[in-house]
């Protein structure tokens, strides 16, 4: 199980950020993490945190599915206090959903057990969990695990934590970059979790990003929420979505400049960070959806609207038909076309152009006649990219997803056996 390495940023956002060639959650200052093997599981890591030296300015974005897992209430409840937190608890193998009031009062505990070990106040820990729904947790094992967590964490910790936080993935998920803020260097890391149960508005995904920048809770919120709406909520794997996927952010202020707002002359730059280390982390889910083979990439231009735009590219990167259609490698556009009828009522029917990679297959809504074996072996490729022009306007969105394959039938149909 080798770690899924970063693209390389494209476009003049280049030059405003260097990625990490191993990116390193404990990276930016004040960090350290840990992940343990507590018994969830019978032999993986399943018990992991994130540790920070000071109280970070910290923010988080939740899922929308109504089956709100109670880490996930408890974790708001700590963030309400001051917007900081110094910890951040996740264990795998069990969600904790669906599991009532013993399921609530499960969570609290492991936020006050987290908070009495390592010597923190209870509203500055966060918990979340992930894995199995509708089964309580052995808070026995999880006790024990987070007291094992005390002398295993660490700034050696980053690999131990990314693969104590994962289901059904084939691989640990992380990215980094660094920027330059009043001349002082800004680390900003991100690793993260999601194979299956994946859909715009979250998933059961996980992600953390840590930074060292110095910026207030509520200016890092506004960030994490726009930043998730342009890439976490860009990706599909199945169309289902969690009740436990939440997106954190915790930034220890180490770094030592200007307080970050909208109107810092290097906002633009750590903006682009910030939004490169999700973006690539989503990718990265993407790509590793279960059974999947192949990372789709829909890339929507010349929408009337930033809407629209959004609404044409996940349907075309959610849609079964299209899916299958990449894994078997057939140029069937016609699917495509049925994704996009059905995004958006906006959309001219008598004008989209559509290419596969470097091949135009369609033009002004007809068939070019190019030679179909050409796409075919560009869809046989590991990254496929669609571009629809719509010849609307000038706004434009990408989302991602993958193929759809049998192992993904075979992997959900024995998820608990």
């Given at each position: ?56 300015s ?56 987290t ?85 715009p ?8 990003v ?17 930043v ?64 999947a ?74 068939s ?30 990408t ?19």
């Amino acid at each position: 199980m080798q770690p899924m390495g970063t693209a390389q940023p494209l476009g003049a956002e280049n030059d405003l950020y260097q990625t990490a060639a191993t990116p390193d959650i404990t990276s930016p200052k004040g960090f350290t993490a840990g992940g343990v093997h507590c018994g969830i599981k019978r032999k993986r890591k399943d018990l992991g945190i994130i540790l920070c030296d000071v109280p970070a300015s910290a923010a988080a974005v939740y899922t929308t599915n109504v089956f709100q897992a109670p880490p996930l209430k408890v974790t708001q409840q700590s963030l309400a206090v001051e917007g900081k937190l110094q910890a951040f608890l996740c264990n795998s193998g069990n969600a904790n959903a669906c599991t009532g009031e013993q399921g609530l009062l499960d969570a609290f505990r492991m936020r006050a057990e987290t908070a009495a070990c390592f010597g923190l106040e209870e509203h500055r820990v966060g918990v979340v969990s992930t894995g199995v729904i509708g089964e309580l947790l052995p808070m026995d094992r999880i006790s024990q695990g987070i007291s094992h967590l005390a002398i295993q964490t660490g700034k050696e910790g980053h690999e131990d934590f990314c693969r104590s936080i994962l289901t059904t993935d084939t691989c640990i998920k992380a990215a980094e970059v660094s920027v330059v803020i009043d001349g002082k260097t800004v680390r900003i890391a991100g690793a993260a979790k999601g194979s299956g149960m994946i859909h715009p508005h979250m998933a059961t995904m996980l992600a953390f990003v840590t930074t060292d920048a110095v910026i207030e809770p509520p200016v890092l919120q506004q960030l994490l929420r726009e930043v998730t709406d342009e890439t976490y909520n860009m990706i599909t794997v199945d169309g289902d979505c969690s009740t436990n996927d939440m997106v954190v952010s915790m930034a220890s202020g180490l770094a030592g400049h200007a307080p970050l707002t909208p109107e810092h002359p290097d906002w633009a730059a750590f903006r682009a960070g910030f939004a490169h280390v999700s973006r690539e982390l989503a990718k990265m889910i993407a790509r590793d959806g279960e059974g999947a083979t192949k990372l789709v990439e829909v890339k929507v231009t010349g929408a009337p609207d930033v809407v629209t735009a959004k609404q044409a590219a996940k349907a075309v990167v959610g849609s079964s038909l299209v899916k299958t259609a990449v894994f078997g490698a057939d140029t069937n556009w016609g699917r495509i076309f049925c994704a996009l009828g059905y995004s958006s009522p906006l959309i001219d029917p008598e004008h989209v152009d559509l290419a596969v990679g470097p091949v135009q297959l369609v033009k002004d809504s007809q068939s070019t006649g190019v030679d179909e074996a050409l796409a075919r072996r560009y869809l046989e490729e590991e990254h496929v990219r669609f571009h629809v022009h719509l010849n609307q306007g000038e706004a434009e969105a990408t989302a991602w997803g993958c193929d759809l394959t049998y192992d993904y039938v075979q992997i959900n149909a024995s998820y608990r056996t």
